[in-house]
């Protein structure tokens, strides 16, 4: 497997609450994503970086916040948890934009 | 916008070949992926083709992109129970970023 670690592996909280997950990396591959999975949608990405402090909006950014101050980690915020926010998150990291991309082994995150 | 659009299930009898389908729509996407989600992991890289390229075979799997349809398939040959699991069809676009369909439940019946 790469070396991806996500963490927590699964949380609960209350509607209203800020939430931080964390995606570790040791290949030092440069791009770093952060993608929800939720059934019949399969997975839409939330954010993605490509190189330190440099993050770009997703598909569904909406209501997520990331940073990225060490190439090794990529942090995604939930400011304040909404219920909609219920999902399974993956990191994905990538060598370039043209090489395939692997994934954590997820968060599940449910909001109460 | 880019959209990938796949069945959400396929059953097969073990020993079997499983044919899964994919449609896309963004005719610039470089490389066309396939990815396998076992339940509670995350997922994993099963094969990818270049856009230039008509058919890539990887033992059992059999990737076969129709560029003029944006059609992308794959196929197992002789399918094994190890192989129920949900199989993503995913485009890159130009940044790297995947665009994936919605999963195709794959069930494998004795």
């Known amino acids: 497997d790469a070396g991806i670690t996500q963490s927590p592996r699964h949380k609960v909280t209350e509607t209203g609450t800020p939430v931080t997950l964390r995606c570790h990396q040791t290949?030092?591959?440069?791009?770093m994503y952060w993608y929800r999975q939720d059934p019949g949608h399969g997975l839409r990405l939330i954010h993605y970086?490509?190189?330190?402090?440099?993050?770009d909006k997703g598909e569904v950014s909406d209501g997520y916040s990331v940073s990225r101050s060490k190439t090794e980690d990529f942090l995604l915020t939930l400011e304040s948890a909404t219920s909609s926010q219920t999902s399974v998150y993956f990191c994905?990291?990538?060598?370039?934009?043209?090489?395939?991309?692997?994934f954590g082994q997820g968060t599940r995150l449910t909001v109460v | 916008g880019e959209d990938v659009e796949q069945s959400l299930f396929l059953s097969v009898r073990e020993g079997d070949s499983s044919v899964i389908n994919c449609t896309y729509t963004?005719?610039?996407?470089?490389?066309l992926y396939w990815y396998k989600q076992e339940p509670g992991a995350g997922l994993q890289l099963l094969t990818y083709?270049?856009?230039?390229?008509d058919m890539k075979q990887d033992q059992r799997l059999t990737v076969l992109l129709n560029k003029k349809d944006k059609h992308l398939s794959l196929r197992i040959a002789d399918t094994q129970t190890g192989d129920s699991a949900i199989y993503f069809c995913?485009?890159?676009?130009?940044?790297?970023?995947?665009?994936f369909g919605q999963g195709t439940e794959l069930s494998v019946k004795p």
């Open positions: 290949e030092n591959h440069r791009y």
């Open positions: 963004d005719s610039s996407s470089t490389y």
């Open positions: 994905a990291i990538s060598e370039s934009a043209s090489t395939e991309a692997f």
């Open positions: 995913a485009e890159s676009d130009q940044g790297g970023k995947l665009i």
């Open positions: 970086s490509y190189g330190v402090k440099d993050t």
């Open positions: 083709i270049f856009s230039n390229m």
